[in-house]
């Protein structure tokens, strides 16, 4: 994706986003953690710097924003409990308890410090 926005901006141009990325310096049992607890891939795509880079983009700018993701994830897991029974009922029982283990995951990741979320802005150089 960050190679398609490099293709569309003009030199100077700015691409904005959140990634979900793992902090730099884990052992390889952590990268392993992370990927099982994680969104796909997190652990193999590499840092947000390195993507961008790759993509021929520089980033200007990157904010953590672990702490509000971590809020909106055990927010997004409360709201999915107390509205189980309704969730249930549109979305079916296997795609109701995938979320859900999904939402556990993410926030146990987050928890043991092993997945991080970022606001970041790049360039094109």
């Given at each position: 994706m960050l190679r398609e926005c490099n293709r569309v901006l003009k030199l100077g141009g700015s691409v904005a986003g959140y990634v979900i990325h793992v902090p730099v310096g884990l052992t390889e049992a952590q990268e392993r953690r992370a990927a099982d607890l994680g969104p796909p891939d997190v652990a193999a795509s590499g840092s947000p710097e390195v993507l961008a880079q790759t993509a021929g983009l520089t980033i200007v700018l990157r904010e953590d924003v672990t702490g509000a993701f971590r809020?909106?994830?055990a927010a997004l897991s409360a709201a999915r409990r107390d509205l189980e029974n309704e969730l249930r009922a549109d979305e079916g029982d296997d795609f109701y308890e995938e979320e859900r283990r999904k939402k556990s995951?993410?926030?146990?990741?987050?928890?043991?410090?092993?997945l991080c979320r970022s606001l970041v802005v790049a360039n094109k150089r």
């Open positions: 809020s909106t994830c995951a993410m926030l146990l990741g987050i928890d043991e410090g092993i």
